[in-house]
């Protein structure tokens, strides 16, 4: 199992830890894109969007900057907390509008981790599955071709090709579900 | 008298969810806040709606007539 990034959910002041050399190109890319970068770089949001040959407008443009350079899944909130923090004029409902039409577009996935809110990421990195930690709401990304093969053969046997199939781990840290005094016993 | 930028307007949804964005943020609520009333107040008007239409609905609305002030017609509802 490759184990693609150990992003926080909780923020822009999160803890970014080493980015695995498995990392896609394209998230690699990313990660080296400032969100005050002023240059389009091939493979963002921004350059996606004007392939398709959406309206860029300043704060269309921002809103993909923030989208491109965040390496964990935000929430619209939080994307809204990250542009805000570059330009106070922006409107959450501008960032609404804003990541459903890159959903829309296919440029963004929308994910769901079991609290009610929709999570986001770019749609450019390749098969892959999450690990949700129930306590801290912390998302790991990992990629397991053992998995993805099993898939295959199963849907294979059942006389399908797999188009999209996506895993959603919730979990908690080994032992952390049993108290100390229990585990010292054990 | 001048003329109001909800003149064009027809829902009255619409209206209500744009007047109290305006009305809530005019006496210093935060966006978000204001936002997420307006999404309930249009679930007041449409409690058939999900959370998730609301918020798209009022994103379009608010973006539209408040953020970028046009007059244009508004994807929504069939509502009067």
Redesign the interface.
């Known amino acids: 199992m490759i184990n693609r990034r150990h992003p926080s959910e909780s923020g822009p002041a999160a803890v970014r830890l080493p980015v695995p050399t498995s990392s896609s190109p394209a998230r690699r890319r990313r990660r080296t894109t400032a969100a005050t970068t002023t240059a389009v770089e091939e493979g963002s949001i921004e350059s996606l969007c004007e392939q398709l040959g959406l309206k860029m407008t300043g704060q269309r443009r921002m809103i993909a900057r923030v989208l491109s350079s965040a390496t964990d899944h935000p929430d619209v909130?939080e994307v809204?907390r990250r542009a805000?923090a570059m330009d106070s004029r922006i409107?959450?409902?501008?960032v609404?509008?804003t990541v459903?039409l890159l959903e829309d577009k296919g440029i963004l996935n929308r994910r769901n981790f079991g609290n009610g809110r929709?999570r986001y990421e770019p749609n450019d990195h390749g098969q892959h599955h999450h690990l949700i930690d129930i306590d801290t709401g912390k998302v790991i990304e990992f990629e397991h071709p053992e998995y993805d093969r099993l898939l295959r053969a199963i849907a294979e046997r059942l006389g399908f090709d797999v188009v999209s199939a996506k895993l959603e781990v919730f979990a908690k840290r080994a032992g952390s579900g049993v108290p100390s005094a229990k585990r010292e016993a054990s | 008298m001048g003329r109001s930028p909800l003149d064009g307007v027809t829902r009255r949804c619409e209206r209500a969810v744009v007047t109290a964005y305006r009305e809530l943020r005019g006496t210093g609520v935060g966006d978000i806040q204001a936002f997420h009333s307006c999404s309930t107040l249009y679930r007041i008007h449409h409690p058939e709606a999900s959370l998730e239409e609301a918020r798209r609905l009022v994103a379009e609305w608010i973006d539209h007539h408040v953020v970028r002030g046009d007059t244009g017609p508004t994807p929504g509802c069939d509502c009067p």
Do not use: G, P
């Open positions: 909130e809204y805000v409107s959450i409902a501008t609404y509008r459903r929709a």
